[in-house]
């Protein structure tokens, strides 16, 4: 089977209209993933109508690391969110439920961020 | 109760809980950052990892995803190999959830009857794919190992094996009076609730939304047709009635599969690098499962995100623990069948 995917490139201004349209619409939310980019994370919010899956994209520059928060459309956002601030660094603002930094608990901050080190080398048991 | 590495946080005034913050955490691993040093052909065996329950759907959808990035058919008897080790791993979760459902309400003997049966289940999938948790039987392309006739004859016979043994079990989970007395009316989660929440799976089924990945076709899904089995009681007696609805589903699939498994090659070679996006979904036994991969052309992955069912569900075991009796707790936290491991990666 092949999937097409459909993604509608926004900022970070028009996320909370997009959202709520979404939501207007009778769309189940999917995912948000976050990726590092080379200056910026690019955000992917998937939903779900009738089996169609359809994804919301915007960038975040590392400069300015803001996004607002969806949870308040979308209540089960909040684990999301909470997990791209642990795990890539990104603040987002006005979570429902905000863990404040412990969702994760993990001895590398931002491990998934731009400043966090490479993943360790394959280690082997000597011969 | 079995536990999952998951803290509560309750807020409690007498016997109600008013509060619930979860901490997970403990198991994180960061195996979605694996992909910066695992090529993309080892990455299956990591994604095996996930989770030792969902074990082969997770190696089965990473190799799904990739072969939709290259380009890449697996055969068709390579599906239905997919389709029945999927099932069997379905009927082996059900199982296991049924199994620490009854312990967490002091049913020790229904608890071991449950895991009594899961053992026939794991004899097959060892004897079949040579592991009894974690399969290693999914590669890109295709599949490692065939299904002699003997092998197929030997699952049919179990699956004629197990039929009755599961109806006498679902029978005392759906019908006793002290199971009921558990389950009808606890965390109730309304089919609005449900869809807000972004529940899958069972804890969606079980609230009336009749949705499962199956019917998008992948696999064999194609050519089995697959009936989303739901209940309108959006409490944990519609949870539970549902997997236990799904447990002959599987059995049946699994018939359906074996009469239909076509001849020919079980995979295809695998040449060169992936590149491009893809967005890959397949049914889990928590429910739906969403792999996002990015590749650029080399051999390790630029980005690989697993959005797991128990992540999604996590809201409505949340909204279910709210205004619950303290010793509703733990059938409230086994009715969404949690798994962090999964949840975490």
Redesign the interface.
Known sequence: ???Q?YIEIITAGDLISKVASKKANGC????I?A?TLAAAWEL?Y?FDLD?L?T?LRLEVPFGDPRIPSVSGI???AF?YENEMN?LFGLKVEGMT?D?HG?????SVKH??GPKAP?????TRLAD | MLPEPVHLDLVVEDERVLEA?P????V?R?L???????DFIEFVYVAERICGICSFIHGQTYCQAIE?LMKIEAPPRARYLRTIWGELSRIHSHLLWLGLMADAMGFESLFMHSWRLREKILNVIESTAGGRVIFGSCKIGGVRRDLSAEAMESVRACMDEIEPDLRRLTKVFLNDGSTQRRLRGVGVVTKQQA????CVGPTLRGSGVA?DLR????AAF?EILVTPITSQEGDSYGRCAVRCGELFQSVEIIRQALKKMPSGEIAVKVNGNPNG?????TEQPRG?V?Y?L?ANGTRNL??F?V?TPT??N??AMLQALQGCDLADVPVLVLTIDPCISCT?R
């Open positions: 089977m092949s999937h995917l189940r939310l999917v995912q993933c990726t992917t998937s089996g899956l994804h979308y209540p089960c684990l642990d439920v863990f412990s969702f994760y608990n993990t491990a998934f490479a993943a360790p080398a394959l | 913050r901490s997970i955490g403990f994180h960061g979605e950052k694996l992909v910066e040093t695992k939709e869809h807000d929440l972004g949705e019917t998008t076709g992948y194609d996006e893809v967005i890959v979904r739906e969403v996002c990015k630029q980005r995100r959005r992540f999604a996590l809201g975490e």
